[in-house]
């Protein structure tokens, strides 16, 4: 007959192991129902038994006698007796099995063989030997899984070697990407240099502008100090004319008030750090021609609104100006060479910060790549083809989506945020620390209700294409995804591939 991936020892050992269990003597051993024949050696004919857990010895007679003496059911193999115990199925022709004891004679066939119900085999047909069927259903499903893993195989070479040049595309544009960098940090060094240049340019230039306004305040304090007592009066408020904005000839109380803040008298050192940019404000909107009246009216209304918390009242204008910043109101009076440099020092800060994003830019695209390229995709790199690849499942409440590498997410069908389950963690499996790239474990996901973060594992198996075939909550935010795809379809890896044919005997 023909055999298919076994030799002659497996050929022995089938043999043996299908011998009917009967009362029959091996040397000074004897055949025991529900046992393997290689612990037949345990069970020496004629003498006393001891239970494998040395708790107990007993006569040989009370070896299947149906009474359990043993706590580890270990004198009860072929029996109900021990609640414990298994009964072990040699199933000729197909895989053994062992099935627990109080299946025994139990009436229902539970070995293919059916000798499980070894007290009823006298009767014909108790129980339909099925070994033949499902050793030829065994075969179909090696055939089937040999063939998925053979061609799997072929495709797993594919994305081994688009990953390999992939991974070297991503080492070579991290090396461009490095001489992209080097001009860029020589660039926004120029940059800055040009920044800190025009910044202290700005700087003396506004410190000149304010010298000119303080001189400039002095000049219009003494020009308000008719009496030259070095206080300004409101008698003297109401004869400058600069202070009546509605120009109706008269300064209003109104207007007297706005300078004076409801004082009868300012000293110099008050003018200064108040009084001067009330008056600043006024020379400022004043210093407009009747061409610029329109423009001039929209600024000083803004200015107003925003400084002054302006407001009208019977058409008298009345302002509150506590918070009034005296560098606003100057600027408005700087010379036009001054505006041209604080310009142009704007304009290099401008340069510099697009020149630093350039190089932050470069830098974090420099980061993400090693950051890929360090990931374990495998002895063979198998698995970096499908680096951020995304995946959807849909079931009747959730769209999940599986993005290798990188993350997993949930989010309702019927609408409502995105839930993030996890973020690419490692392999979770390993045998001598190293992983065995079967499972992979995704965790900090979002914050659960039971107060820890939300994880998954993803379990891989050998298909022709990548998909997520299912989604579980093992736990409450604790999740399992089924996932296939070729980079797993290793045959020595494989733990169904086993040796299926058996020799029919």
């Not at 960098?181 to 000149?208: H, L, V």
């Not at 005296?326 to 700087?334: C, E, G, H, Q, S």
């Not at 973020?423 to 499972?439: C, E, G, L, M």
Request: hydrophobic letters at 30%.
């Amino acid at each position: 007959m023909e055999i298919f991936y076994l030799d002659i020892v497996i050929i022995i050992n089938l043999l043996l192991h299908s011998i009917v269990l009967t009362e029959c003597s091996v040397g000074n051993f004897e055949i025991i129902k529900g046992i393997p024949i290689e612990n037949a050696k345990l069970y020496a004919h004629g003498k006393d038994f001891s239970c494998f857990d040395g708790t107990l010895t007993i006569p040989y007679s009370y070896i299947n006698d149906d009474y359990c003496d043993c706590i580890d059911a270990s004198d009860e193999p072929g029996t109900s007796a021990c609640p414990n115990g298994t009964f072990y199925c040699s199933n000729k022709g197909h895989f053994p099995s062992v099935v627990p004891s109080s299946r025994v004679n139990d009436g229902i066939c539970d070995c293919c063989d059916g000798s499980d119900e070894w007290a009823s085999n006298f009767q014909k047909d108790a129980c339909q030997n099925t070994c033949e069927n499902l050793s030829h259903e065994a075969r179909g499903e090696a055939n089937r899984v040999h063939n998925l893993y053979a061609l799997g195989f072929k495709i797993r070479e594919q994305l081994i070697a688009k990953g390999k040049y992939l991974l070297l595309q991503r080492q070579n544009k991290i090396l461009h990407l490095l001489t992209k960098t080097k001009e860029a940090q020589f660039n926004r060094s120029s940059m800055f240099n040009d920044k800190e240049i025009a910044k202290e340019k700005e700087k003396k230039a506004i410190e000149e502008e304010k010298s000119n306004q303080q001189n400039k305040a002095i000049e219009i304090f003494n020009e308000i100090d008719t009496n030259k007592d070095n206080k300004i009066e409101v008698e003297e408020v109401i004869a400058y004319s600069t202070f009546d904005q509605n120009q109706d000839g008269l300064v209003s109380q109104d207007e007297i008030n706005y300078f004076m803040e409801n004082k009868k008298e300012i000293d110099l050192k008050h003018f200064m750090s108040n009084g001067w940019n009330r008056v600043n404000l006024l020379i400022f909107t004043k210093s407009f021609d009747e061409k610029q009246h329109l423009a001039k009216r929209n600024v000083k209304k803004e200015i107003l609104n925003q400084d002054f918390n302006h407001s009208s009242d019977n058409e008298t204008e009345k302002y509150n100006i506590e918070h009034v910043e005296a560098v606003r109101i100057n600027k408005l009076l700087y010379t036009e060479k001054t505006k041209i440099i604080i310009n142009e020092s704007k304009k290099a800060h401008e340069l510099f910060e697009e020149a630093d994003r350039t190089v932050k830019d470069l830098q974090k695209q420099i980061y993400e790549l090693k950051k890929s390229i360090r990931k374990n995709f495998g002895p063979d790199d198998e698995f970096a083809a499908l680096d951020g690849q995304c995946y959807e499942l849909i079931n009747d409440e959730y769209i999940y989506k599986l993005c290798l590498f990188e993350k997993i997410t949930q989010r309702p069908i019927k609408g409502g945020p995105e839930v993030h389950l996890g973020v690419w963690k490692d392999w979770a499996s390993f045998t001598n620390d190293k992983p065995q790239y079967h499972t992979m474990l995704y965790d900090r996901g979002q914050q659960c209700l039971n107060h820890y973060q939300r994880f998954a594992y993803v379990h891989l198996s050998c298909g022709l294409k990548p998909k997520l075939i299912s989604v579980s909550e093992l736990n409450r935010c604790e999740y399992l995804m089924e996932f296939e795809l070729p980079s797993v379809c290793v045959i020595e890896d494989n733990k169904y591939l086993r040796e299926l044919e058996r020799e029919e005997l």
